[in-house]
């Protein structure tokens, strides 16, 4: 056993330093930071090893024992004053050096303990001091087993260094009792070797445990504040930066907030598919981080929208930023074979001019990113104050909106249009009016786009069809109604059903109804629309392209679509640029027109040399308040009964 002893340590210390090799500096500097907790523990330790040497050498009369009992004080001494005052931090002091400047004091008292234990035993000093130094001087290497156990090394080599010189002078003596005591210290530091390594793996595990807990806090910190897909903070970790970076800002720091959206995004997702659609995102990304200064903050907001936040930017700086930002998200973008062009909406507010915190902000970036859009798309504008007014106008517009729908507040107005041969009316134009009981009449544009963007499009659109529908009903049946269709309305569920409702409950004719859609419905080339038209036609409901001349590929449309009827629009008829460009424009549609064997009116017309120059250029239809502003349905029934009382003459004035 005593021969296997040496070899078992010497593996566990092997074992140990090569364990240790794994375990992270941070965790082993925190287990040799152990061995300096609590100085009171080792001050209260020095002292009762002071004091029983001091006593045994009192009482024993030895001047080794004075000698050693002098050099043990000062060891001690130092040790505490080094426990006390040595600097732990890392930048401070390494923790090769921290350990080994413990290891030299732990190692100097031990063996001076030992010793002088060892010399009570040699010297036959009385039994009453080989007692008191043997007992204190094990106790202190049990005791410091456990309490060094954060370095086994130093705890074990103390044990060592206290009990090999007792179990020297135990064996020189050879007495019975001695014997008995070098066997019972034999049997004792294995014993305690377990001990020391099962106390340093809970510590050591304990601190690992710990430290991956720390780590993995940190990660889930960073992925909860990260988006996956581009890399960029999201909305959480935005929040966060944006915080941070206000709490440490003076109070009238110059601090910019872009809001940019992406145009027309979901194309490249519903063409292309999703993957390629990250692609492009994680691309727009880089390149906003690119051209971003350091100090900023860009993240992916969510789906195609991203921000960047600017601390230290002026107006011009921001103004500057923005136009970067423009051309670097509008380069053209490979994806594989595949060429894309990504276009951008910015809106930017500024602080402390658009705002005083991160919510006003933000809201008025917002604001002015959908003022963006609503000028074309594919530009940038700043934040304006009107902005907040004309969102709280909107809003009331929307709340009353819906009131108004619910209260018969609404109404649909008539306007002919006339057949330019024969003067008769073929056609009325459904127009919806708002007659507010305290605001007087809103005209259509004020609610209109309201209705599209809070979603009432839909039940305002198909109360309009039915409206329409029932008053033609009540009219000759080779009189048609006209009604103007929203694309949001268009692209949304159930549009299909709203129009058949809408004939169903009247009873008309689906040949007499006529839808009427502008080219911006096309601008999104989505399916919706195509099954719309598709489905409306095959049960005989008529299209009219209205606006014509004013959007782009219109010949493209009317190729792809089962078109019946093209509304020049009147810009070309009674705009500020009449002249002979418009009137050869009017007359190469009416050309189209009669090949393709569609009507053409002739919107706006507001006097009769208007009527002969485009009767003459061969448009078939008019329409404007030359005839008549449009009317109420019964007042639209009454100008029916009396065109039919009445000679048929041309482009004559009906009211």
């Excluded at 000759?476 to 109604?481: L, N």
């Amino acid at each position: 056993m005593a021969k296997s002893w040496p070899l078992n340590l010497r593996r566990k210390l092997v074992t140990f330093r090569g364990r240790s090799d794994a375990v992270s500096e941070r965790a082993k500097r925190l287990l040799v930071k152990t061995l300096y907790t609590q100085p009171s523990t080792l001050a209260i330790g020095a002292f009762c090893g002071v004091s029983s040497t001091a006593i045994a050498a009192w009482v024993s009369k030895h001047d080794i024992l004075y000698l050693g009992s002098v050099i043990l004080t000062l060891i001690a001494a130092a040790r505490i004053i080094a426990a006390l005052k040595l600097p732990r931090e890392e930048e401070q002091i390494s923790t090769h050096k921290l350990e080994l400047t413990y290891e030299v004091g732990a190692y100097s008292y031990a063996l001076t303990f030992g010793t002088i234990a060892a010399a009570t035993i040699a010297l036959a000093a009385p039994a009453g001091v080989e007692v008191l130094m043997v007992a204190n001087a094990l106790c202190y290497g049990v005791a410091i087993c456990a309490r060094n156990a954060g370095s086994p090394v130093i705890a074990i080599g103390q044990l060592a260094l206290i009990c090999l010189p007792i179990m020297v002078a135990a064996a020189w003596v050879g007495s019975p009792a001695m014997i008995a005591l070098l066997i019972t210290i034999i049997l004792l530091i294995p014993a305690m070797i377990s001990i020391t390594f099962n106390v340093f793996h809970v510590l050591r595990d304990s601190i690992l445990a710990a430290e991956n807990s720390a780590q993995l806090a940190d990660k889930m910190w960073v992925l909860a504040r990260t988006d996956v897909v581009t890399g960029l903070a999201n909305r959480a970790g935005l929040n966060h930066a944006m915080a941070e970076a206000l709490m440490v800002a003076e109070a009238d720091a110059k601090v910019a907030l872009f809001w940019i959206d992406l145009d027309r995004f979901k194309e490249v997702n519903d063409l292309m598919g999703h993957p390629v659609g990250d692609r492009v995102l994680a691309e727009v990304a880089s390149r906003l981080r690119d051209v971003a200064p350091e100090r900023a903050t860009v993240a992916r907001f969510g789906g195609d929208e991203f921000v960047v936040f600017v601390p230290d930017c002026d107006r011009k700086d921001s103004e500057r930023l923005a136009s970067e930002m423009h051309a670097e998200i509008m380069r053209v973008i490979r994806v594989d074979s595949e060429r894309l062009e990504v276009r951008a909406s910015l809106g930017v507010a500024l602080m402390p001019d658009d705002g005083h915190d991160i919510d006003s902000l933000m809201q008025n970036a917002d604001l002015a990113l959908y003022q963006a859009k609503v000028n074309g798309r594919s530009q940038t504008c700043f934040y304006d104050p009107s902005m907040s007014r004309d969102l709280v106008r909107r809003r009331e517009i929307e709340d009353e909106l819906r009131a108004a729908i619910h209260r018969d507040e609404l109404s649909v107005f008539f306007q002919p249009i006339v057949d330019l041969e024969t003067g008769r009316i073929k056609t009325f134009e459904a127009l919806v009016r708002w007659f507010h009981p305290e605001k007087g009449e809103l005209r259509p544009d004020e609610f209109i786009p309201v209705a599209e963007e809070s979603g009432l499009i839909l039940t305002l659109g198909n109360w309009i069809t039915a409206q329409a529908a029932r008053a033609c009903a009540q009219w000759p049946e080779d009189v048609s109604v006209a009604v103007n269709l929203s694309p949001l309305q268009i692209r949304a569920p159930g549009a299909v059903l709203g129009i058949l409702g809408a004939l169903r409950e009247s009873g008309l004719d689906p040949k007499r109804l006529e839808l009427e859609v502008t080219e911006s419905l096309f601008l999104d080339d989505s399916p919706a629309t195509s099954h719309f038209i598709e489905e409306l036609s095959a049960i005989g409901v008529r299209f009219a392209l209205d606006d014509f001349g004013t959007g782009y590929s219109s010949l493209g449309y009317i190729n792809t679509f089962p078109f019946n009827k093209i509304k020049v629009d009147r810009s070309f008829i009674s705009g500020p640029n009449v002249g002979k460009k418009s009137e050869a424009i009017i007359r190469a549609v009416v050309e189209m027109g009669a090949t393709l064997e569609m009507e053409i009116v002739a919107e706006g017309i507001e006097t009769v040399e208007q009527v002969e120059a485009v009767r003459n250029a061969g448009c078939t239809l008019g329409q404007g308040y030359y005839f008549s502003r449009a009317v109420p349905d019964y007042l639209a029934a009454m100008l029916l009964a009396q065109e039919r009382n009445e000679p048929i003459g041309m482009h004559r004035k009906i009211g």
